[in-house]
């Protein structure tokens, strides 16, 4: 079994920010690959499915950000899991919009989901980094991952969300190369080759035109006939 923990905040005032594309994420693979209804659970929201041999459990804390580990290390300890069994979806400041990186351990990087995820179960989870860009000031980050993903973004955010849910099921089993291949996909879909040019007919001259070889009399007779 694995546990798949997005984060973000609750409630609809925080749905569509960037600090939320964890939860989205999440809801996507839940809608495309058929999972159960999400339900109350471990101070979140929980659904469970399948991801290709895997069994599944999709976990949205609900506590807000900066105490996203006290659900996740109730759902872990529940079902007898390791940090091992974790992959965690969250937002990257260091990696482009659309970017997306899979890494195993590792800091915090000041990201307080994942400094609570640290406090209660390790830092040894793996987890899945969604790039939303910076914006080029640490003061203006809190705003920034707080307001709502701009109309501009909406194409690479599908794309990256298409992407993911492509390659989950081969990220729940222990595959993240091919978890990346499918993401890359979506988000840098390989371009048509283009038709080969075609030879430019060779054009003949045309043939000089035959001698005439009547008499000038002949000529003049010819056109009264």
């Known amino acids: 079994m694995k546990l798949f923990v997005g984060l973000g905040n609750p409630g609809a005032k925080y749905s569509g920010n960037r600090h939320n594309i964890g939860f989205m994420a999440l809801d996507r ?6 999972f159960a209804p999400w339900r109350g659970k471990f101070q979140g929201s929980l659904t469970e499915g399948r991801l290709g041999r ?4 999709l976990l949205k804390p609900e506590t807000f950000m900066n105490l996203s580990g006290q659900s996740v290390g109730e759902a872990m300890r529940f079902f007898k899991l390791t940090p091992a069994d974790i992959t965690v979806f969250h937002d990257e400041l260091d990696l482009a919009p659309g970017k997306c990186r899979v890494k195993q351990g590792g800091g915090h990087a000041g990201h307080n989901g994942l400094r609570s995820l640290h406090q209660h179960i390790g830092d040894t989870y793996q987890r899945v980094r969604l790039g939303i860009g910076h914006p080029g000031h640490k003061d203006a980050v809190a705003g920034f991952v707080l ?3 701009a109309k ?3 194409d690479w955010l599908d794309d990256l969300l298409r992407g993911i849910s492509d390659g989950a099921a081969q990220l729940a089993e222990g595959d993240p190369g091919k978890f990346m291949n499918a993401v890359a996909l979506r988000v840098n879909p390989p371009r048509d080759k283009p038709a080969p040019k075609q030879a430019k007919a060779v054009e003949t001259p045309d043939e000089p035109p035959a001698e005439d070889s009547r008499s000038p009399m002949q000529r003049l007779m010819d056109k009264f006939t």
Request: no cysteine; proline share 0%.
């Open 29 to 34: 693979i839940a809608d495309d690959h058929g």
């Open 54 to 57: 895997e069994k599944v459990l």
């Open 147 to 149: 307001r709502d993903f």
């Open 152 to 154: 501009a973004d909406q």
